[in-house]
């Protein structure tokens, strides 16, 4: 069993057994014996429990459990668009491919098949929970409610707001303000009515970003969040000409987050994705309200969008995890985030992206490794969706919600297993302190062997 420690550190919990009761909960942990079966032994002795009673998962050599990754900003709608963008940048983007895409989604048997992919997808990447963008349509957003509780993945369910109608597109807006926040509560009574105390899956309060939205919807669905305690996602500065665009719509705002703060959406229940180009006062504003950063580095990259300076926002004390922002980002994998969160962090170093004020020391500091790139994706999202007692690691009280990896090898007969492991080729002498960073530089969804979620089996590799 491997998870993180701290932000800088992995522990490796070897000849190891953990008990996971008919609730999904971890309910022991015994480790550090002299074999696998003595601590299976030991942990049914401490429970009480029969052997014939239990349903054992074993690693083979070579595999291991790691807690679930956690995508902090997805969108479901966008998931036919991975890897289409062109040489699109934020706002372009969003009239040309996004918008056109999610609009179609009103027809409830393609919403269905969109989204059952990408719940499918996901889980097959390792994603535990993740915090979903819908669209603005409210039965293919319940739609998506249905289906992640259905599969089994843990999510949060975003009904898209957006009722700005000189920015957002005639075929896909809603039609007022008050629509609009009628629309997000017939989205959260629908979650309460499958699973009423949002235990896998809660609603989101959305709205999708400021320009589409006016400071009568934002305020208005700040007053539902206070009522009700629901967590809130948007986007925050992730391109220049939306920075722009925001300072015009809104002038008597100092800055884009101040847009938000004014409005009372900068809750700690709240996660801002991309969060780039932030000033200093910005950060600060965040961080005083404990709100959230979701790093979304495929996407940043994609569409050109610049680079969010992680360790930055550490300095200041916000917490930070992993988005994967499908399809601004071309990949359903937070794997796949985490290795790119670790080259941006270098780009970061070399000096691109930085701010004129940032000095070497910081440049050099930028850097990110894999073991902190992993707190991002589980530790780091669970705080940011408010999970962190519940999920990310491997401790009494908390849920089991892991994935077993398994390395590729070379076989006796010389043959290469690459197509069932994946890009890895293991030879059996290296450190587990060797094997993590090439399942993060070199691995795939082949190398995610099995995922459950609260202790069912949600994906599985034949
Ligand atoms: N800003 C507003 N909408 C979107 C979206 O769908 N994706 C990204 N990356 N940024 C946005
Ligand atoms: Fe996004």
């Given at each position: 069993f491997i998870h993180c420690k701290s932000v800088q550190e992995l522990e490796y919990i070897h000849n190891a057994a953990v008990a996971v009761d008919g609730n999904g909960k971890i309910v022991g942990i015994e480790r550090d014996h002299q074999d696998v079966e003595q601590a299976k032994g030991a942990l049914l002795k401490s429970l009480a429990w029969s052997a014939s009673d239990v349903e054992i998962h074993a690693c083979k050599p070579g595999q291991f459990f790691f807690p679930g990754f956690i995508d902090t900003h997805i969108h479901a709608s966008q998931y036919p668009n991975a890897g289409i963008f062109g040489k699109s940048t934020l706002l372009d983007w969003l009239e040309t491919y996004t918008f056109p895409l999610e609009s179609s989604l009103k027809d409830l048997a393609k919403a269905r098949r969109v989204y059952t992919a990408c719940v499918r997808r996901t889980l097959a990447h390792g994603t535990t929970m993740a915090s979903y963008f819908a669209t603005i349509d409210v039965d293919a957003t319940n739609l998506l409610a249905d289906i992640c509780l259905d599969l089994g993945q843990r999510a949060f369910i975003g009904r898209v707001c957006m009722d700005n109608h000189d920015i957002s597109p005639e075929y896909y807006r809603d039609e007022s303000t008050e629509k609009s926040l009628e629309a997000t509560l017939k989205t959260v009574e629908h979650i309460r009515s499958i699973d009423p105390t949002f235990d896998m899956v809660s609603p989101v309060l959305t709205?999708?970003?400021?320009?589409?939205?006016s400071a009568e919807l934002m305020t208005g669905l700040s007053v539902i969040q206070r009522d009700m305690g629901l967590p809130v996602q948007t986007h925050v500065s992730e391109n220049k000409k939306e920075i722009e665009l925001v300072a015009q719509l809104f002038p008597d705002s100092k800055s884009y987050t101040d847009v938000y703060d004014e409005c009372g959406?900068?809750?700690?229940r709240t996660i801002l994705a991309h969060?780039?180009?932030?000033s200093e006062e910005e950060a600060s504003t965040i961080a005083r309200r404990g709100s959230k950063v979701s790093h979304c580095p495929c996407s940043n990259s994609a569409l050109t969008s610049g680079v969010a300076r992680v360790r930055w926002l550490w300095d200041k004390g916000i917490d930070v995890g992993l988005g994967t922002d499908m399809s601004g980002g071309y990949s359903p994998s937070i794997l796949e985030a985490a290795r790119q969160a670790v080259l941006v962090s270098r780009h970061l170093a070399i000096?691109?992206?930085?701010?004129?004020?940032?000095t070497p020391e910081e440049l050099e500091r930028s850097q990110l490794m894999p073991e902190e790139v992993l707190y991002l994706g589980t530790r780091g999202g669970a705080r940011c969706v408010g999970l962190e007692k519940r999920v990310g690691g491997f401790e009494v009280g908390m849920d089991w919600d892991a994935q077993l990896i398994g390395l590729g090898s070379v076989d006796a007969a010389g043959m290469s297993e690459d197509d069932e492991h994946g890009n890895l080729e293991v030879?059996?002498?290296?450190k587990w302190e060797d094997i993590v960073p090439k399942w993060v530089y070199t691995g795939d969804d082949?190398?995610?062997k099995k995922v459950w979620v609260k202790g069912r089996l949600v994906h599985s590799r034949a």
């Open positions: 709205p999708r970003f400021a320009p589409t939205c959406l900068l809750t700690d969060a780039i180009h932030l000096g691109l992206g930085a701010s004129a004020e940032t030879f059996g002498w290296e082949r190398n995610t």
